[in-house]
């Protein structure tokens, strides 16, 4: 069963707009950072079946999108090409979230709400009761999300929704729930997804405009862009990240960002969905042929289909580790184990030996060994040919920037300062 406590948790501390501007064209750029911290809080189950859930959830979900299961709505206008926007799912049942302090109403009360990149609807009231002040305007709809093991019934409002001073939403479509299942200490979520998400989510609607789609047509924000940024932790509470709504943070990353184009392949179509292979070593050494998947802030580890997965345990000399279901390799081996490449259009990704392993320091949050070595590239539970082969989780962002272009559908990557450390 869900329970956000006991998943490893990024927690939002603090927001600040940046904005610039050329004068000479009269061209505004308006973009909003949000620094965020990793806090890890980890027990029960271990992180690849926290995973492996969250992947079979994206697989399921993704196909009944694909043939227009998912939808309640009739309206063929409701279902706009939903492979041509770009998404990862939700953050319940996974092991990363994002909190923030987001404030609701006039004068705004402060609610608790994880940040959802695959999700579209924003709800309150899992904790904290709702307040209404004089922007608080009820639709009479009922709305309704399933997140796999979470889930949310409530009443739509719309009010003012505060990021920050200068990311100020008004009449935002909010989701009251009147029950909750699978939540505890949040109040609910913030949803940055495509808006396709939302279609059938409310009663008598086909779909809702995002928190996003409202800071765009509203003038906040120039595109639909999100920019994510991490650097390797060893600690398990520490301010490691930045996410950028309307642009990128060229300060984040090193050289240029490479796009590539949302896959055509069914069910990572219906999120970020990129094609990829993954070789081992500088003989490249297949591990992965090329294949769709997808890349995913609210995965933790690397997923790759069970046959990548056993040739990849077979070149590193890996074995798995029951108490932390994560591989294990010995002093010896570790040694000897090398990079892998992720190629993804014309560029190489490297994730170095180094970045191929969890954090030592933080072994016992997982209930390892502080004495062993353990890697962070699991299996993702079915065999390639699936439509969805990979998921790209945190431990592969961590390394790289990341841009997730709504508008163009396609996501960018880039090196950063932190691709090759050396801090596991």
Same mark, same amino acid.
């Not at 027990?43 to 399921?60: F, H, K, N, Y």
């Given at each position: 069963?869900?329970?956000?406590? =006991? ?12 904005? %610039? ?6 061209? /505004? ?15 029960? $189950? ?26 309640? $709505?009739?309206? @063929? @206008? ?22 923030? %302090? ?16 695959? %999700?579209?609807?924003? !709800?309150?009231? #899992? ?37 920050? $001073? +200068? ?17 505890d200490g949040e109040d609910g979520i913030l949803g940055i997804g495509p808006v396709d998400l939302t279609d059938g989510t409310v009663f008598n609607t086909n779909t809702v405009p995002t928190v996003t789609d409202n800071l765009l047509s509203q003038g906040t924000i120039d595109s639909e862009v999100i920019g994510i940024y991490y650097a390797p932790a060893t600690s398990d509470s520490t301010t490691n990240g930045e996410l950028t709504f309307g642009g990128t943070d #060229? ?20 999120? !970020?969905?990129?094609?990829? *292979?993954?070789?081992?070593? @500088?003989?490249? $050494? ?9 890349? &995913? ?16 345990? =077979? ?42 392993? !969890?954090? /030592? ?7 390892? &060994? ?18 969805? &082969? ?8 961590? /390394?790289?920037?990341?841009?997730? &272009?709504?508008?163009? *559908? ?10 090759? +450390?050396?801090?596991?």
């Open positions: 069963m869900f329970c956000p406590s =006991s998943v490893l948790t990024v927690v939002l501390l603090a927001l600040s707009a940046s904005v %610039s501007a050329t004068p000479l064209v009269q061209v /505004r750029e308006l973009r909003a950072s949000l620094s965020f911290t990793r806090k890890l809080n980890i027990s029960g $189950s271990t992180l690849p079946e926290i995973d492996r859930a969250r992947a079979a959830g994206l697989i399921s979900k993704g196909k009944a999108l694909g043939s227009g299961g998912s939808s309640s $709505s009739s309206s @063929s @206008s409701s279902k706009r090409a939903i492979s041509r926007r770009a998404a990862s799912f939700g953050v319940t049942n996974t092991a990363v979230t994002y909190i923030a %302090s987001i404030g609701v109403g006039s004068p705004a009360t402060s609610y608790s709400l994880l940040i959802d990149t695959g %999700s579209s609807n924003t !709800w309150l009231g #899992a904790s904290a009761s709702y307040v209404k002040t004089s922007t608080s305007k009820s639709t009479g709809n009922s709305v309704y999300v399933s997140y796999g093991s979470g889930s949310f019934l409530g009443t739509e409002y719309t009010d003012t929704v505060t990021l920050s $001073s +200068d990311l100020v939403i008004t009449n935002q479509s909010i989701g009251v729930a009147s029950s909750t299942q699978g939540f #060229a300060s984040k990353f090193t050289g240029s960002i490479s796009y590539v184009p949302i896959t055509g392949t069914s069910p990572a179509s219906e999120y !970020w969905g990129i094609d990829e *292979s993954i070789t081992y070593g @500088s003989s490249g $050494s297949n591990v992965l042929s090329s294949t769709a998947g997808i890349v &995913d802030t609210g995965t933790t580890l690397v997923l790759i289909a069970s046959d990548a997965f056993s040739r990849y345990k =077979s070149l590193s000399g890996a074995s798995e580790d029951e108490t932390t279901g994560l591989l294990k390799i010995s002093s010896s081996s570790y040694a000897n184990l090398k990079s892998l490449f992720f190629n993804i259009g014309s560029s190489k990704y490297e994730l170095t030996m180094n970045a191929q392993t !969890w954090p /030592r320091s933080l072994n016992s949050a997982i209930g390892g &060994d502080s004495g062993l070595i353990y890697l962070v590239v699991a299996d993702i539970g079915t065999d390639s040919g699936q439509g969805l &082969d990979f998921v790209n989780g945190y431990t592969f962002l961590e /390394r790289f920037y990341s841009v997730f &272009d709504t508008s163009n *559908s396609q996501v960018g990557f880039a090196t950063t300062s932190h691709t090759s +450390d050396t801090s596991n």
